[in-house]
């Protein structure tokens, strides 16, 4: 699953429209929009979003013994 698409569940989960979490990062409805279409973010991006949508986000590697990077 992209990470358009658990955004998207998300924000229905929260009840947030494209319109209101653009408001909530302080940039236009298109550009969410349009990221959304990409399926394109920065990792500070996703940071901000979760944090909006009082979600935590994490990204990490894991090897094949647990280890995490």
Known sequence: MGMAK???????????????LAEMLGT?????????KRDNFSEKELEDIAK???AKYEAHFV???????
């Open 28 to 36: 236009s409805q298109s550009n969410i929009s349009n990221k959304l």
């Open 63 to 69: 090897l094949e013994d647990g280890r995490r990077f």
């Open 52 to 54: 909006a949508l009082e």
């Open 6 to 20: 658990k955004i998207k569940l998300l924000m229905v989960e929260r009840d947030v429209t494209a319109a209101k």
